[in-house]
């Protein structure tokens, strides 16, 4: 099995900048699809920001310029680098891997992008 653990949430004033990781804590992290997803309150969970196992990316077109998706397999940790934050970004962040029928969540690390 495998354990999804988010880290760096927290409050940021609008423009500013935090950066979230996931660690897996199983094995085979390497060849697992992985992304950001979130959720406000109110709203559909959406994926923001995805990375394969070649290292492709793809984001939802509100943060296409401000955010970066990335991985250090030999960490097995994923990070979301976020900048020039918005108020509307506020939400908890969920950590996602699939591979196959195999697919693991987070337990999610708020985000609040407010002065």
């Known amino acids: 099995q495998v354990q999804l653990v988010e880290s760096g949430g927290g409050l940021v004033q609008p423009g500013g900048s935090l950066i979230l990781s996931c660690t897996a804590s199983g094995r085979n992290f390497d060849i697992y699809t992985m992304a950001w997803f979130r959720q406000a309150p109110g709203n559909q969970r959406e994926l923001v920001a995805a990375i394969t196992e070649n290292f492709r990316t793809n984001y939802t077109d509100s943060v296409m310029g401000r955010f970066t998706i990335s991985r250090d397999n030999a960490k097995k940790t994923l990070y979301l680098y976020m900048k020039i934050l918005k108020p509307e970004d506020t939400a908890v962040y969920y950590c996602?891997?699939?591979?196959?029928?195999?697919?693991?969540w987070g337990q999610g690390t708020q985000v609040t992008v407010s002065s």
């Open positions: 996602h891997g699939n591979y196959g029928r195999y697919r693991y």
